[in-house]
């Protein structure tokens, strides 16, 4: 396929695209392995997102796309509705030994967006077979992300991705207060110091709908989309002391924090702080296969387990929750991680890739860094009556003048490198993001 007509390139409609400027230039990638992309063009193209936070440990790993193609010759779909396959069972319990350890069941999705729906459900559900059937309300957080479907987006609180839809969303939910604020914790390196006292804004809601009223709670370990937002000093404690205290579940949103993205296997043993509810996906399968999964405490599992033995537990589920092929991806990618120490490679690259970032601090056009793990943002300057324009011209001139992808959120430009990076290559991406930034006004 060429670009030359670009009309061609209008029966896709891009996501989360201005799908009319891409058609002025498309931006088209055509191959991918390792650590780069092939452009449309023939030139390599260093990924400096990883995917969408997705392709840990680089593209087209060899052992999984084996298992990908084994798997695919000897079962292609399997039905897990009343019927079981193997190798989803082998995932789940290969899973569940990589978890924390109250984590021992995972319900299966196709994405971040479908895991959070599921958890929400799943907490609703729990708390009407435990009895306490007026614990209905759920709280988000503002500039949370939790995917596009309806209940996720809902929870959410960025306001771009709900504005449109904001007479539908579901009723009976709340924010709190998001953690970030540039005149306390701007250039912060890691987790700030200042804001552990935001958790408390989860008490204001208990004291204003009645903590027996509320289901849970969900927020990311570190919010990624919204511009790598990581949490205070002693913040995530806070919550999970405020929701046992008051009967809520915790659920953390690990879309983006589980399998190494922060150095270990999920956010909370990172922070050593365990939830209820566990959602992934994205890195699961390296981003090979759409997949996702729910991850719940045992006492959660069993409530549903008391229903009677022969009916429903819960009635929710997807055509290809646990799909086989997608199954077999997740086992690959696991022992992938294991057999070649990727999270501890990922948590040894932390310091270089923190510092390197760091190093544009005093820029004029810029307007904070921050970072956690290997998750780090460059937050530009917007110009007056222009919002996000800088960011989209940085995220265009990375690819057409350095060979380089990143993503921009508005003018937030985020980071998202391989577990298994370089150090060389990390500090020659910051280097042109710098460029990129000296070119634009």
């Known amino acids: 396929m060429t670009t030359q007509s670009n009309d061609r390139l209008k029966s896709f409609w891009m996501p989360f695209s201005s799908n009319r400027d891409f058609r002025k230039a498309p931006r088209m990638i055509t191959g991918a392995k390792g650590h780069y992309y092939t ?8 990924d400096m997102f990883s995917g969408l936070w997705t392709t840990n440990v680089g593209h087209c790993h060899p052992k999984i796309v084996e298992a990908v193609q084994k798997q695919v010759a000897e079962m292609d779909y399997g039905i897990t509705f009343q019927i079981g396959t ?9 899973l569940c030994a990589m978890a ?11 994405s971040g967006s479908e895991s959070a729906d599921t958890a929400l459900k799943i907490a609703l559900a729990y708390h009407r077979f435990n009895g306490a059937p007026t614990r209905t309300r759920l709280i988000g957080r503002e500039r949370g992300y939790h995917g596009v479907n309806f209940g996720g987006l809902s929870v959410g609180g960025m306001g771009l991705n709900r504005n449109m839809f904001s007479a539908n969303l579901i009723p009976g939910v709340d924010h709190i207060r998001h953690t970030f604020n540039l005149s306390e914790n701007a250039f912060s390196r890691g987790m700030p110091r200042w804001g552990a006292h935001l958790a408390d804004d989860l008490q204001r809601l208990c004291d204003l709908h009645g903590s027996q009223n509320i289901a849970a709670v969900i927020v990311e370990p570190v919010g990624g989309s919204t511009g790598i937002l990581p949490p205070p000093e002693g913040y995530l404690q806070r919550l999970r002391d405020i929701c046992t205290a ?3 579940l915790l659920i953390f949103d690990e879309v983006i924090t589980a399998f190494g993205r922060i150095g270990s296997s999920f956010g909370a043993e990172r ?7 566990i959602t992934t996906a994205k890195g699961l399968t390296n981003g090979v296969i759409p997949m996702g999964a729910v991850l719940v405490r045992e006492e959660i599992y069993e ?7 022969t009916s429903i537990e819960f009635f929710h589920g997807y055509t290809y929750s646990g799909h086989p092929v997608a199954a077999a991806a997740a086992m690959a990618s696991l022992a992938v991680y294991e057999e070649e120490g990727i999270f501890e490679q990922a948590r040894e690259l932390e310091g270089h890739f923190e510092n390197v970032l760091h190093s544009v601090a005093d820029h004029d056009k810029v307007k904070d860094v921050r970072n956690f793990g290997l998750m780090g943002a460059i937050e530009l300057h917007g110009r007056e009556g222009a919002a996000g324009a800088r960011g989209y011209e940085v995220h265009k001139r990375c690819f ?19 577990l298994n990076s370089n150090k060389d290559d990390l500090t020659r991406g ?4 710098t460029r990129a930034i000296d070119a634009i006004e």
């Open 39 to 46: 452009s449309e063009d023939g030139r390599q193209i260093y």
């Open 86 to 94: 193997p190798k989803t069972y082998e995932m789940a319990e290969k």
């Open 100 to 110: 924390p350890a109250p984590f021992k069941h995972a319900f299966f999705t196709n």
């Open 246 to 248: 008051n009967g809520i």
């Open 271 to 277: 922070f050593g702080v365990m939830p209820d509810i």
């Open 303 to 309: 409530t549903f387990m008391s229903a009677s033995p």
């Open 400 to 418: 057409w003048d350095e060979n380089l992808l990143v993503r921009n959120g508005g003018d937030i430009i985020q980071f998202s490198p391989f």
């Open 430 to 433: 910051i280097e042109s993001v």
